[in-house]
């Protein structure tokens, strides 16, 4: 698994005076770099080929002279090197050098951003976001908060320093017969692609594993569950729930200080002020005394650290780690979890015929299912229980080099809806690896090898148990009670690159899943067999099916899009990529990126899948270099048919290597992208297996111990911290199970494991504006013409039948008896969550911006009216058909006291309104090359058309991608941009419900 045995290195583990030898090996460990390159402040002039009069960057020309297929670029770059070997020859002047640019290739693209980070970043202090004081708002929840303080930051920055940018070219009359302006790619159906993502809003139909005995309890009786096993381990007090403590509030004071509180100095200051203790009613008066009730008469809810000794070359390294077994004990018998486990293999079709498979969960998986079916020919009745392991190092402080390497658990049976989110705590932190660059060892190649062979050495010590246990099972007790026998192997490892190059001992920039060279891994129809570790090592008896799962962090938003992105800037230049960027739209579900996105530094893969979403949006039309036309970068399938997606890059990759962008594609994260519909086939979905949940475990589980401590000697604290947080959060369950009166095991129906759930519209109770006048609905909201757009609507809702011209003729005879209606600013959308600790809850997934512009702390904040996508009537769940875009310019409601008088006693009017302005229907099919919907504002003799509509049409928000031509106009901004544009795309890739909406 993790073991590579090699004669001549020894790694001993110490407990007291006993040692064990482990000898142990890893052969390849490399060294991390960053590369950077240094900007000439406002440099905009680019090197120009004389054979072609393309604009290239100085590395870009060299290549393109070099890789050229042209005769003209070719006889240039034979001239140019044939004057540099008479230069050289004759001197050491480099002036034919200078003539065609910087002729070195690094190899690499230009325009590389200092990426750091993890994917929540490295600075994780929350800031302390307030709200506008102005009297028309009425925000009262975090979401509208943060909202209005993104909106100030965005105001303050659109107006900031913008790099002078060429002026837009003139167009030519011979653009349209450039060669590589090519027909648009084939692309698949839209009812094909309609029709399969229909399929996800229906549940699936499921095959069981045969036999009916996978995952079935050992007998029918029950032991006790998690609840009543906690209650049997200390003293309990049945007249007090917060036991230990005296009182809720003793309890309540003791949780904050160990979850929320200062550090232990400071908390025993605060409770030793002269007369705080006693009036709180508290049973400890110090730290030290409230940790010895945590440590003494708490039940340990989860397995404690125990220290190890890593000896190396006469120096001692310790480990921390817990026994792997009592992790699963631990995990498979949390009550939470007990009603969702997954304790035998499925296969999901999405037809009758089972002829399509669905993947999603790792039970549906074919490893799981062929697993069982190996288990199940000696030990039939086996509960198969997959272990996903990851392990990460990471810095512990912004300055200074501490550093800590955990090792995460979690197991496939509890869902991925309930791992990605680390409140439900699914995963359990295993162990501590050691951190020493072992310094004492001066040979730098045997100090990569050591380095590895520590941490197989660790990692096989820490899961040597699971080799028995995997084979013959142990005794498993759910949350819920029910017992079974439990067959604990490991299923795969999650991590980034490096790690994953570690894990299957490869040499860096190879492959860890398959044996392709490193000269064919931009090879997108290069096949070659999986890696077998029998190969490389005999102890292993069976094959390695590939445990080095992908990882969409760092292959896909820290490897494949940060490589596009430098490609990208170096293609159309960084400063009108940035100027694209600062004058998008606002949208709930997109950032706003106001300085741009080529000087970001530490970018996160939070930032990194932002920029992916409107990525495709600010290029299209962009003028490349020597006016070469746009390569189609997109196909028609859905994001779940990955390969026609990869294919469709590799078909078109070539338009890097014309641009002198690339020399090739031997990237071990982009080929990694070849092996990821295998790897859902085994294991499910990536969101089964990706590090953007181990990251964020970083910062509970490490970063917040390791400030706990006082930097000395830090480990030891940080375990025996997280032990003690880990009881109160364990003791919070037991005390709310008690006040809920012991309630029975909840019991769930099977969930639909679809991918898309239906979102609700959710309305304030109260508005945002009580009054504001209609007068100042067409000043400051940009409703010109409310007046008119109501009272037809009045007359529509009372008599549908009427055609317009019978609701024009109408309206001339309503009258408002009112001048004030009530104004909401905001708009909201929820989604159920199933898996939510205690029950359903819905979730806030959306939100539409309706607001004028205000002052906030004597600052103008823009106004912000967002386009939403309305259901005509007769709209489905997918595709455009029955759907209109329009910019929604105000929310109301219609005076109560008015109500009757406008509507026939028959008629229930709706209780919010929208004003909005159209834009154009969808056409029949969207734009050939980058498959978006083409959008225009709808005008009705040279005014915006408008309308009235109930706010329960709107299904969801929208963001609209300006058409920016070939460079961005320097009068759009982000706020203007949707009156100043012409013309839009609607942006499908926003997020997942959009995009299976938009077909």
Known sequence: MFAYPVPWIEVRFGFGSGAESVPNNARHMHPEFTVVRLTPLLSTVMPTCAGCNGNFSKSGLRRHLRLTTKDACARLFASAEAALSMSESESDNDHDVDQFGNLSDSGLPSGHTHFQGDYFGTDYTQEQLGYSEDEEMALGDEDDDRAASESEAAAESEDGYEPPRPDPPLQSSTADSNPLNTAPIPAPSRVIRKGIEDRFHHKPIIEKFPGNLAGTPISDNRDATSEERYCTTFRNDKANPYAPFRSKRDWEFAKWAKTRGPGSTAFTDLIQIEGVREALGLSYGTSAQLNAIIDNELPTGRPKFHRSEVVVDGQVFPLYSRDILECVRALFGDSDFAPYLFVAPERHYIDKDKTVRMYHNMHTGKWWWATQEAVEKEYPGATIVPIIISSDKTQLTVFGNKTAYPVYMTLGNIPKEIRRKPSRRGYILLAYLPTSRMKHITNKAARRRILANVFHACMSYILEPLQTAGVSGIRLTSGDGVVRRGHPIFATFVGDYPEQALVATVKTGDCPTCEVPHTELGDGESDYPLRNLDRVLDALDQLDNGSTAPDILHQLYHGVVKHLIAWL??????????????????????????????????????????????????????????????????????????????????????????????????????????????????????????????????????????????????????????????????????????????????????????????????????????????????????????????????????????SLAQVEAASQSIHLPFNVVAVFHRIKFTTPDPYAAGGTINSVVDAVHVQPAHQSHSQHIPGRFDTVLVNNGNGGLTGVEGYRVAQVRVVFSIPAASLHNLFPPTISPPKHLAYVEWFSPFSSEPEPHHLLYKLKPSYKNGERLCSIIPVANIRRSIQLLPKFGPVAPKEWTSSNVLEQCPVFFANSLGDRHLYATII
């Not at 039309?621 to 779940?640: G, W």
């Not at 026609?644 to 031997?666: C, M, P, Q, T, Y």
């Not at 509970?700 to 375990?719: G, H, I, V, W």
């Open 569 to 802: 800037k170096d293609c159309c230049g960084e400063a009108e990529i940035d100027a694209r960027c600062r004058r998008l739209p606002p949208n709930h579900n997109i950032r706003l990126f106001m300085k741009g996105i080529s000087n970001l530094s530490r970018v996160t893969g939070k930032e990194h899948d932002q920029i992916s979403r409107f990525l495709l949006g600010i290029i299209i039309d962009i003028r490349l270099p020597n006016n070469l036309s746009p390569y189609p970068m997109h196909t028609d399938e859905t994001l779940s048919l990955l390969e026609d997606a990869l294919d469709s890059f590799h078909a078109n990759k070539a338009v890097f290597v014309d641009l002198g962008i690339r020399s090739e594609f031997n990237l071990p994260k982009l080929h990694a992208c070849k092996h990821y519909v295998m790897y859902i086939k085994f294991y499910g979905t990536t969101d089964n297996y990706t590090t953007e949940y181990t990251e964020r475990l970083h910062i509970d589980l490490t970063k917040e111990a390791y400030r706990s401590t006082n930097f000395k000697n830090e480990f030891p604290q940080m375990t025996l911290w997280l032990e003690r947080k880990e009881k109160i959060f364990c003791h919070e369950k037991f005390i709310q199970w008690r006040l809920d009166g012991c309630p029975a095991p909840l019991v769930v129906e099977t969930l639909h494991p679809g991918i898309i759930y239906e979102r609700q519209l959710v309305m304030p109770k109260f508005p945002t504006v009580k009054s504001v006048k209609i007068s100042r609905l067409v000043d400051a909201y940009g409703a010109k013409y409310f007046r008119k757009a109501l009272v037809e609507f009045i007359v529509h809702h009372s008599n549908p039948t009427f």
